[in-house]
C-alpha cells in the first residue's frame, strides 16, 4: 500500500486525528497537532517481513466475521416459523448486507489501513466521534465474540453432558479462549488460511444434509406462518446478528494484500457465500421434517441431522459447529486486536497497543480481547445477542453518516472502489438499514437499552480522560509517520483538473 507522511502545515503545526479547530466547518480527515507531540516513523523492516491476506482467506476470514454458516439461525424459526425465517434471509440482504457491504468497500479502500471504520469516523466527525465509533465497535465485537464458546458448548452438550453447566463448562470456555488465542497471536496469514479449511469443514455437512433431504422434502411446509404468533424481538434480532458485521474486516485492512481490489471483490464473494450458507439448511431443515417450532433453539441443526442421515450427520453437524465457532472466534478477535493497533497508531490510544509481536500480531489488543470475552462469556446467547446488537446499532448509524459526509465533503478524494450512485444516491441507500436499526433498538428491552446506555456513557468519559492523561503524560501517547491525509490528497486532485 502507498503510504504518505504526515503534512506540515507549517513550521509549528502537522497533521493528526486528536483534536481540531471547532471552528471550520469542514471537519478535516486529520487534525492539528501540537509541536510537542510524538511522532513514530514507520518500520518497513519489521512490517515488510509479514505476509499480506491473500483473496481466498480473506473471503473466509468475510464468512466468520459475519457468518460461519447457519448455526445460530434456528431461533429464527422458533421466532416466526418456516416462512417468514426464509424470507428474511432472501431479503434482509438486499436490506442491511449489501449496502453495508458496499460501503465497507468504498471506504474500506478509501482508506486502506489498520482502524477501518474508526478512521472513516474520525476523518467525517471528528477525533470524539471516531473514539466513540471505536469503542463501541470494540465492545460490540468482544461481546460478538463471548457468543462463540456459549455457541460450541451447546452444540456439544447432547453429547457430553457434563458441558451443560458448573465447573466442566467454565473450564471449557477457558481452556478454548486461550488455545484460539494463541493462534491469532501467531499471525493474521495462519488465521486466514485455517478460517478456509474450517469454513470448507463447516459447509460440508450441510451441503450432505441437502442432498439426503431432497426425498423427503414437502415444499407445504415451506409457506407456514402465524402473524399472530411472532416473536418479532427474537426474529429482527436472529436476522441482525446473522448478517451483520461486514464492517469488521476493514479493520484488517492494512494486512491485505493489495486491498484496492483485493477487498471488494472478498465482499462480493463473501456476500454470495453467506446467504447460501443460510438460505439452503434452512430449506432442507424446515421442508423436511414435520415443524415443531419450539424445537428450533440454538443447537437444533444437529438433531435434523440425525433425524436425516443419522448418528453420524449429527456428529458431524457438531463437529462442523465447533469448528465454525472457532473459526468465528479467530476472525472476530482478530479484527477487534487489529482496530485497537490502529487506534493506537492514530493517537488515539496509548503507544503501547501499537506494539506489534515477533509474528506481527498486536499483542496487547489480543489480550484485552480476550479478556472481555472471557468476562461476558457468563451471559445467555439472546442476552449477548440483544446487548451486541444495541450497541453495533450506534455505531452504524455513525458509518453511514460517515459514509454520506465523506460523499458530501469530499467528493474529489481518491476512491478505489466506488459505489456508482451520487450523493443523493448514498442519502437513500442508507435509509432502509436505518429503519431498521430503529426496529431493532424500539424492540430492544430496557435491561439491554439500560446496560447499553451505560457503556455508550463509559466511551464518553474515556475519551477526555485520555486527552488529560496525554496532556499530562501520564502514557504515551504517538502518530505513526506513514499515514495518509485525506485533504492533501484531494487537494493534488483538485490541482491536476484545474491544469
Not at 99 to 117: S, V
Not at 265 to 294: D, H, N
Request: glycine letters at 8%; proline letters at 6%; charged letters at 15%.
Amino acid at each position: 500500500m502507498q503510504k504518505r507522511r504526515i503534512i506540515t502545515v507549517d513550521q509549528s503545526s502537522s497533521i493528526e486525528m486528536r483534536e481540531y479547530s471547532s471552528s471550520n466547518d469542514d471537519v478535516p480527515y486529520s487534525s492539528v497537532r501540537r509541536d510537542d507531540d510524538e511522532e513514530v516513523p514507520s518500520s518497513p523492516k519489521a512490517t515488510d517481513k509479514i505476509r499480506k491476506v491473500s483473496m481466498l482467506p480473506l473471503v473466509f476470514l468475510i464468512f466468520y466475521e459475519v457468518s460461519g454458516g447457519p448455526f445460530g439461525v434456528e431461533d429464527s424459526v422458533n421466532a416466526a416459523g418456516p416462512l417468514l425465517a426464509l424470507l428474511g434471509f432472501v431479503i434482509f440482504p438486499f436490506i442491511w448486507s449489501i449496502p453495508e457491504a458496499l460501503i465497507t468497500a468504498e471506504m474500506g479502500t478509501m482508506f486502506p489501513e489498520n482502524g477501518g471504520y474508526v478512521v472513516w469516523v474520525s476523518s467525517a466527525l471528528g477525533p470524539f466521534w471516531g473514539f466513540q465509533q471505536g469503542w463501541m465497535k470494540w465492545l460490540s465485537g468482544v461481546i460478538d465474540n463471548a457468543l462463540y464458546p456459549v455457541l460450541f458448548l451447546d452444540y456439544l452438550k447432547s453429547g457430553i453432558p457434563a458441558l451443560g453447566s458448573g465447573l466442566p463448562r467454565v473450564a471449557a470456555i477457558l481452556v478454548l479462549t486461550i488455545l484460539l488465542t494463541y493462534l491469532n497471536y501467531r499471525g493474521l496469514t495462519i488465521v486466514g488460511w485455517v478460517a478456509v479449511l474450517m469454513g470448507v469443514f463447516s459447509i460440508l455437512p450441510f451441503a450432505v444434509m441437502g442432498l439426503i433431504s431432497i426425498p423427503q422434502i414437502e415444499p407445504s411446509r415451506w409457506l407456514v406462518m402465524d402473524l399472530g404468533n411472532v416473536n418479532w424481538n427474537l426474529y429482527l434480532n436472529t436476522l441482525f446478528w446473522n448478517l451483520n458485521y461486514w464492517d469488521s474486516i476493514s479493520t484488517l485492512a492494512g494486512e491485505v494484500e493489495n486491498p484496492n481490489k483485493t477487498l471488494p471483490k472478498a465482499l462480493y464473494y463473501g456476500v454470495i457465500l453467506v446467504a447460501c450458507s443460510y438460505i439452503f439448511p434452512l430449506l432442507a431443515g424446515t421442508g423436511a421434517i414435520p415443524l415443531e417450532r419450539e424445537k428450533w433453539t440454538d443447537g437444533y441443526f444437529s438433531d435434523v441431522a440425525k433425524a436425516l442421515g443419522g448418528a453420524w450427520l449429527r456428529w458431524w453437524v457438531q463437529a462442523a459447529a465447533a469448528t465454525s465457532n472457532m473459526g468465528m472466534f479467530l476472525a472476530e478477535m482478530s479484527s477487534d486486536s487489529f482496530q485497537l493497533l490502529g487506534m493506537a497508531e492514530r493517537g488515539m490510544l496509548p503507544e503501547f497497543f501499537a506494539k506489534r509481536s515477533r509474528y506481527g500480531t498486536p499483542l496487547l489488543g489480543i489480550l484485552f480481547s480476550a479478556s472481555g470475552v472471557v468476562l461476558l462469556s457468563w451471559l445467555s446467547f439472546q442476552e449477548i445477542v440483544a446487548a451486541e446488537n444495541l450497541l453495533y446499532c450506534v455505531g452504524m448509524i455513525l458509518e453511514f453518516i460517515a459514509f454520506v459526509r465523506m460523499r458530501m465533503k469530499h467528493p474529489a478524494a481518491s476512491r478505489p472502489y466506488k459505489i456508482p450512485i451520487g450523493t443523493v444516491g448514498s442519502i437513500l441507500m442508507c435509509v432502509p438499514p436505518t429503519i431498521l436499526i430503529c426496529a431493532v433498538v424500539a424492540l430492544s428491552s430496557l435491561k439491554v437499552a439500560a446496560v447499553s446506555v451505560v457503556m455508550l456513557l463509559v466511551g464518553f468519559i474515556m475519551h477526555p480522560f485520555l486527552n488529560h492523561m496525554d496532556r499530562k503524560r501520564w502514557v504515551k501517547f504517538s502518530i505513526s509517520s506513514d499515514l495518509p491525509d485525506l485533504q492533501q490528497q484531494t487537494r493534488e486532485y483538485e490541482e491536476t483538473l484545474i491544469r
